[in-house]
């Protein structure tokens, strides 16, 4: 199992827009194979931070969402809401 760690920071004003398409993403990342779960976090006293916790199978399955054709269609509608670009770690489990 592996975890991405997602950080994004929304315009202001758009808020309630992203929480729109980055629920329509959870919807496609659901099909995903090897999807397992995920969250997602506002921090608080920051409405426009986002963090996103998804935990994955392997990196694998991870490289055919990022990669794939439904992540980019849904991405179409987040990334304009961003003052930024997407911040994205890969963590594994320490033993």
Not at 60 to 89: F, G
């Amino acid at each position: 199992m592996i975890k991405i760690i997602i950080e994004r920071r929304i315009m202001p004003g758009l808020e309630e827009e992203y929480e729109e398409a980055a629920r329509e993403a959870i919807r496609w990342s659901l099909g995903a194979r090897g999807f397992v779960g995920g969250e997602t976090l506002m921090e608080l006293g920051h409405s426009d931070r986002r963090l996103m916790i998804t935990k994955w199978r392997d990196l694998r399955a991870w490289k055919e969402w990022y990669n794939s054709e439904e992540r980019s269609r849904v991405m179409q509608r987040i990334w304009p809401l961003l003052t930024e670009d997407e911040s994205i770690r890969i963590y594994e489990p320490s033993y």
